[in-house]
């Protein structure tokens, strides 16, 4: 076993910082927020390929068998695969997706404190750069501000900082490095190893791009055949359980009318929050709190919440005629999520029928007018919903993900959390072993200043060689 980890080594750090480097010059292209922001997930593919061609069937000078995978223009999937011996023998890492979520530059910013013994109040203003001081007894705290491009990398110590270094083209450049490594060393293997780089996970409103589009073509099928590791979490734990998500919309109708006679409105602002109290409450007797969310360690139960609200506009005495509140449903994975929208459904259409009984806001507040023949009413319509997944606690695959893990970082402590991931609910339930995991940093996902540490992605890799080690046996 310690002769393939010794053959494949640590995180070549220097490779890896300057493959990382040029993928987060690519991370303002690859933004996703559909339709504004579409990705070209091809500019981070150029560079895989450039890190691997060199050691590929392709040129001729390696093993690795590699196959760029594309349903839309620039948008590739990338599938890289070092040949195992054994038929059938095979381990994967999957989910390293090549898109991120937006930033704003102007948001992000880095702190630097220091000490400078002085009696007088400093502040100074420079370019991008910002000085204040707080004056002590003998000395002043110095803090710096500094602005950053969060679409390059910027390194400070271990910190490697930039959007997408902990989600998720910190694992892109990571997996890279492995199988280059595969390539370059050559070793003997059992088992068949596979990457595939994916397209398209930060957005679920244009499907057939990614790993969907993956898995509909059988081109994942033969990954069934031993454990499949999706690198798409964080903190170096296995995480076990993830949610489901249900993204609703509540459009409520009334009646349009001056703010100054309210008694001949229907106001669907305050409809839409009695409304919504009403359908939360349902929801969280419907949906309690599930025994094996103990089990797994999840960090909340299924929830329901609003997230936004919109109205078509108007003056400020103005009584509107309709608003709509969107917010999501996040499902721990032993509860259904066509149950969740069947019961959301049936209860909108009793409060529907008996939108009289509901609370009002104030002595004339009211949702009908029975002399207008008029009455206020709520729809719900869902977008596309997905399901959240509960790993399999007694597979192979679990098993030496936390051997691994504990040998590397020096305890293991799985997690669930509800946020989603794509279709590996689905891939479960079809027979993958799916086991998830990753290597960036919980507190910085999708935050501003995001970054990962580079001890922890050299964690990551030393992780990654014991499993497939591991799986020798």
Not at 61 to 81: A, D, K
Not at 106 to 111: A, E, G, L, M, T
Not at 343 to 351: F, G, P, R, S
């Amino acid at each position: 076993m310690a002769d393939i980890e010794q053959i494949l080594g640590d995180l070549n750090k220097d490779s890896f910082v300057s493959l990382l480097t040029n993928i987060i010059g690519e991370s303002k292209y690859v933004q996703n927020n559909p339709p504004d922001l579409i990705p070209e997930e091809d500019r981070v593919v150029k560079h895989v390929l450039n890190s691997l061609l060199p050691y590929s069937t392709t040129t001729g000078g390696g093993p690795l068998i590699v196959s760029h995978v594309s349903y839309y223009p620039q948008r590739g999937n990338l599938i890289v695969e070092y040949p195992g011996t054994e038929q059938g023998k095979i381990l994967s890492f999957v989910g390293m997706h090549m898109d991120v979520v937006t930033a704003n530059p102007n948001d992000w910013v880095r702190s630097f404190l220091s000490f400078i013994f002085s009696c007088s109040l400093v502040k100074r203003v420079a370019f991008r750069l910002e000085l204040f001081s707080l004056k002590f007894t003998t000395f002043e705290l110095l803090i710096t501000i500094e602005e950053f491009d969060p679409f390059s990398l910027s390194i400070d110590g271990e910190k490697l900082c930039g959007r997408g270094t902990t989600d998720c083209l910190g694992h892109v450049a990571l997996v890279t490095e492995l199988m280059k490594k595969l390539g370059e060393t050559k070793p003997k293997l059992k088992s068949t190893v596979v990457a595939v780089f994916i397209a398209n996970e930060e957005n679920s409103s244009i499907t057939g791009v990614g790993v969907d589009a993956l898995v509909k073509d059988g081109l994942l099928n033969k990954l069934k055949g031993g454990p499949l590791f999706w690198i798409d979490t964080a903190d170096k734990q296995p995480c076990i359980g993830t949610g489901g998500m249900i993204p609703w919309k509540l459009h409520v109708t009334g009646k349009l009318f001056h703010s100054g006679l309210p008694h001949k409105a229907i106001n669907p602002l305050e409809l839409g929050m009695e409304a919504l109290k009403e359908i939360q409450s349902r929801f969280y007797k419907d949906f309690p709190p599930h025994k094996e969310e103990q089990v797994y360690g999840f960090a909340t139960p299924s929830t329901m919440k609003p997230t936004q609200w919109s109205y078509p506009g108007g003056g400020i005495n103005q009584i509107p005629a309709e608003c709509t509140i969107s917010g999501d449903v996040r499902l721990t994975p032993f509860y259904s999520v066509k149950d969740v929208m069947s019961k959301l459904q049936k209860h909108v259409d009793d409060i529907n029928e008996n939108i009289e009984k509901l609370d009002t806001r104030g002595p004339v507040s009211k949702y009908a007018l029975p002399e207008e023949n008029l009455r206020g009413s709520i729809a719900v319509t869902f977008d596309e919903a997905t399901s959240g997944v509960a790993c399999n606690l007694k597979s192979r695959g679990f098993e030496v993900l936390c051997k691994a893990t504990e040998k590397i970082v020096g305890h293991v402590k799985p997690y669930s959390i509800t946020g989603t991931l794509p279709l590996i609910r689905e891939l479960k339930d079809e027979g993958f072993d799916v086991q998830t995991v990753g290597y960036g940093l919980m507190a910085t996902y999708h935050a501003k200043n995001e970054y990962c540490l580079l001890s922890d992605m050299c964690q990551g890799y030393q992780i990654f060689t014991s499993i497939i080690s591991q799986l020798e046996n």
